[in-house]
């Protein structure tokens, strides 16, 4: 195992097949994250590498004296449940909700999945809001987003110069990797809503989202949403993960609960 000040490789031989991002600090292992942007996190590994790492690791912060301190990794992770095995008083424990909806093939399949009543409230905030139009622009629409956000008191105080220069950093990186899916949702002109999601491995994750407050009435955010799930499916996405969060439209729109967890040795 090879160490520098900001992460741990594992090689076999001189092939890295781990990467665990974490830092150490007051004789702790911990994640590279800031918790106020990072809903779940975890390591890099080819699969059938998993046990060797674990061990690896565990190894690793038994000589060197130090505890474990890792969150929020996703539940289902393997390395992280094999981890906690090779070590000693280790702790597992539920952390966050992620609510995650899992895609059908077609939008009317999918709408089949919900409730009457939840199916029922959906379509009648299509229609009311059938004038919406969802769109994907290029990163330098963050801006319009930052003023979106900037209505809702929460996000304007959230949003300092920091924070905005980390969203515009990690928008244009993830454009050119073909990851960014800023959608901005429109009525004529004016923006009403605007999402920031991600796409990964068939995965759509909705990270953030703003809303012009005077369009209220038309539900631009659920509207927004509900036509970029629409778009997920139709792109062949399996997952649309909503993050960190148990807020009630969530799982109105046929989330169910998923949890990040925290390790402690």
């Known amino acids: 195992m090879h160490t520098d000040p900001e992460i741990l490789l594992v090689y076999d031989r001189d092939t890295c ?43 690793f912060t038994k000589q060197e004296g130090l505890r474990i301190e890792l969150y929020p990794v996703e539940q289902n992770d ?23 909806l899992e895609l059908p093939v077609s939008w009317n399949d999918y709408l089949a999945t919900l409730t009457s009543k939840s199916r029922h409230e959906l379509r009648r905030k299509l ?23 900037a209505h809702d008191a929460r996000k304007r105080q959230f949003l300092t110069p920091e924070m905005r220069a980390f ?19 429109s009525i004529g002109n004016t923006l009403v809503a605007a999402l920031l999601t991600f796409s990964h491995h068939r995965c759509t994750y909705l990270y953030n989202m703003g809303i012009n407050p005077q369009y209220t009435p038309l539900s631009p955010g659920i509207v927004a949403i509900a036509l970029d799930i629409e778009s997920a ?12 969060g148990d807020e009630e439209y969530k799982f109105r729109f046929g989330a169910r609960k998923q949890y990040t967890v925290s390790l402690q040795a």
């Open 17 to 59: 097949v781990g990467i665990v991002p974490v830092h150490i600090a007051d004789g702790t292992v911990r994640f590279i994250t800031d918790e106020r942007v990072t809903d779940v996190t975890g390591f890099v590994y080819l699969p059938r590498y998993a046990d060797d790492i674990a061990r690896a690791l565990a190894s």
């Open 78 to 100: 393997p390395l992280v449940h094999r981890l906690a095995d090779c070590l000693s008083n280790a702790a597992l424990t539920r952390a966050d909700v992620n609510p995650l």
């Open 127 to 149: 229609r009311k809001g059938h004038a919406v139009r969802l769109e994907t622009s290029a990163p330098n629409a963050i801006e319009s987003l930052f003023e979106l956000m």
């Open 167 to 185: 969203f515009a950093a990690i928008t244009t990186h993830f454009f050119r990797n073909g990851w960014l899916r800023l959608r901005c949702a």
């Open 233 to 244: 499916i139709i792109e062949g996405n399996r997952y649309y993960d909503f993050l960190r």
